[in-house]
């Protein structure tokens, strides 16, 4: 295993630790939360807990699924004890940039609804400004997506419009489209960019997260992993 996985890993170990009996669970989507689920699934099969978990998105589905843990939806439950999510860049004061899988619009809605927001990272994620290491993935409906371009690059960035490996456009869960935008300097103020381009028409979501993160596990090669506490 590469160190960058086992520092992912190494988070999401740590993450499955704080679930508890009995608790509703928000689901995040990537690569990491990929070891948290798996070992909630261990814990579910070593300890017998039992959880019911809210996914951010069909593949997080399919993997809770498939690894045997309770799948249920918003219509169910929308009080959440804790959500474990992944992110793409985390801020000195718990900000997040988060979109890389194109999941960010399900992924803000369940994290309004938790507790708790547990963030799970491997190494290189904690940055001191946003948007310096990471595009800004903002989700966007297909109709007008040029015009809704050219008025997100007004806002100060380069917009490009994600593609898959066939050069066909990413499509979200939602049937919309991802925008990921280049800002040359990074983002000077993520709430007042946020606020900019949420008014924009067109634009669903933006992958700037504020407030909603209490606690940063970052984990590290060693299979080591370091809690960050918001005060
Ligand atoms: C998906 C996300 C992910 O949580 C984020 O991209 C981090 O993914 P990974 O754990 O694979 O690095 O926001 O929309």
């Given at each position: 295993m590469s160190?960058?996985?086992?520092?992912?890993?190494a988070a999401g170990v740590a993450a499955a630790a704080l679930v508890?009996?009995?608790?509703?669970?928000?689901?995040?989507?990537?690569?990491?939360v990929v070891f948290f689920l798996e070992a909630l699934a261990e814990r579910i099969r070593q300890e017998g807990i039992s959880v019911s978990g809210i996914p951010t998105s069909k593949d997080t589905a399919a993997r809770a699924k498939e690894l045997g843990i309770k799948v249920i939806s918003l219509e169910d439950s929308m009080d959440l004890d804790l959500v474990v999510d992944g992110a793409d860049e985390v801020d000195l004061e718990f900000r997040l940039i988060k979109g890389g899988g194109g999941a960010l619009l399900r992924e803000k809605i369940v994290a309004a609804c938790a507790s708790r927001v547990v963030i799970i990272v491997g190494e290189g994620k904690m940055v001191d400004k946003l948007g310096t290491t990471f595009l800004l993935p903002i989700e966007v409906v297909p109709f007008g997506v040029r015009a809704t371009r050219a008025k997100?690059?007004?806002?100060?960035?380069?917009?490009?419009?994600?593609?898959?490996?066939?050069?066909?456009?990413?499509?979200?869960?939602?049937?919309?489209?991802?925008?990921?935008c280049k800002f040359?300097?990074?983002?000077?103020?993520?709430?007042?960019?946020?606020?900019?381009?949420?008014q924009i028409p067109g634009v669903v979501e933006v992958g700037i997260f504020l407030n909603l993160c209490h606690t940063v596990i970052e984990g590290c090669a060693d299979g080591n992993s370091i809690t960050h506490q918001r005060d």
């Open positions: 160190t960058a996985t086992s520092a992912k890993q508890e009996d009995g608790m509703q669970l928000g689901l995040g989507t990537g690569t990491t997100v690059e007004g806002a100060g960035c380069q917009a490009f419009l994600r593609t898959m490996e066939d050069g066909e456009p990413f499509a979200t869960d939602n049937g919309n489209l991802v925008l990921d040359r300097y990074g983002i000077d103020d993520p709430a007042e960019m946020h606020q900019t381009l949420s």
